[in-house]
């Protein structure tokens, strides 16, 4: 799998490409933002190693852009900017980890492994599959949810994922362990405030007033639920390749 690292210190590119590649993965580093948009267009790579501050850009606004690009591959910030504000916003933007430096190589590892894994997962585990609960649509092979109206809303793969879990239970509370384990599948710091994150974005995107939500409800000190909102009628339905 092809590994593009973005990062203008080479020595750090240096100790990623060797680890990484050590792991089995083919690794190519960018220098600028500039080769990285150049690598990304030509290449397409599995996923993306990112740093935040570039000598030509910004890592969040290259990240950003891959997300309205509709780029899918897993990002992963490496960056010094250890303010949970800044992890935070990285989420937000669309980035599906964040390590802080100085790092440790085998966490580099674990990390891009876990990411692959869950990318690989949304694209294998459900194949062809969507979900259907009042007025969602959810495409889980494409990253895609139709809202009321016909709106197609573009999605990341853990954002699919954390939708995907909540709509198959609809109804029904989802604690917030239920959804790490269908997520990252392993605990690492600052995961539930992750949750938090995702269940935040996902909000804004499908809902016509995030702050005052008819589909995703917090249930305090437990987890979330997913509700189908009053005047709703196509039911709750999953199936595979062929609508009925």
Same mark, same amino acid.
């Given at each position: 799998?092809?590994?593009?690292?973005?990062?203008?210190?080479?020595?750090?590119?240096k100790?990623?490409?060797?680890?990484?590649?050590?792991? !089995?993965? $083919?690794v190519?580093?960018?220098?600028?933002?500039?080769?990285?948009? /150049?690598?990304?267009?030509?290449?397409?790579?599995?996923?993306?190693?990112?740093?935040v501050k570039?000598?030509?850009?910004?890592?969040?606004?290259?990240?950003?852009?891959?997300?309205?690009?509709?780029?899918k591959?897993?990002?992963?910030?490496?960056? !010094?900017?250890?303010?949970?504000?800044t992890?935070?916003y990285g989420?937000?933007?669309?980035?599906?980890?964040?390590?802080?430096?100085?790092?440790?190589?085998?966490?580099?590892?674990?990390?891009?492994?876990?990411?692959? /894994?869950?990318?690989?997962?949304?694209?294998?585990?459900f194949?062809?599959?969507?979900?259907?609960?009042?007025?969602?649509?959810?495409?889980?092979?494409?990253?895609?949810v139709?809202?009321?109206?016909?709106k197609?809303?573009d999605?990341?793969? $853990?954002?699919?994922?954390?939708? @995907?879990?909540?709509?198959?239970n609809?109804?029904?509370?989802?604690?917030?362990?239920?959804?790490?384990?269908?997520?990252?599948?392993?605990? @690492?710091? !600052?995961?539930?405030?992750e949750?938090?994150?995702?269940?935040?974005r996902?909000?804004?995107k499908?809902?016509?007033d995030?702050?005052?939500?008819?589909?995703?409800?917090v249930?305090?000190?437990? !987890?979330?639920?997913f509700?189908?909102?009053?005047?709703? $009628?196509?039911? @709750?339905?999953v199936?595979?390749?062929?609508?009925?």
């Amino acid at each position: 799998m092809q590994v593009l690292v973005v990062d203008d210190d080479p020595m750090i590119c240096k100790v990623a490409t060797f680890v990484l590649a050590d792991g !089995g993965y $083919t690794v190519t580093s960018a220098f600028t933002i500039q080769a990285a948009w /150049r690598f990304v267009q030509e290449q397409d790579p599995d996923l993306i190693v990112l740093d935040v501050k570039m000598p030509d850009g910004s890592g969040f606004e290259f990240c950003e852009r891959l997300r309205q690009d509709n780029y899918k591959m897993p990002v992963i910030f490496l960056t !010094g900017r250890s303010e949970i504000s800044t992890k935070l916003y990285g989420l937000e933007l669309g980035a599906d980890d964040y390590i802080v430096k100085p790092f440790e190589p085998a966490e580099l590892v674990a990390r891009a492994k876990a990411v692959l /894994r869950r990318f690989k997962v949304s694209n294998s585990l459900f194949p062809k599959t969507w979900v259907r609960v009042g007025g969602l649509e959810l495409n889980t092979s494409e990253l895609k949810v139709t809202l009321p109206g016909r709106k197609v809303v573009d999605l990341t793969p $853990t954002e699919m994922k954390i939708l @995907h879990c909540l709509m198959e239970n609809a109804g029904h509370v989802v604690s917030k362990d239920s959804l790490l384990d269908n997520i990252w599948n392993w605990d @690492h710091d !600052g995961a539930r405030s992750e949750i938090a994150v995702y269940i935040s974005r996902l909000r804004k995107k499908i809902e016509r007033d995030s702050s005052n939500p008819d589909y995703i409800h917090v249930i305090r000190g437990i !987890g979330y639920r997913f509700v189908a909102p009053l005047g709703a $009628t196509d039911g @709750h339905s999953v199936a595979g390749n062929q609508r009925q």
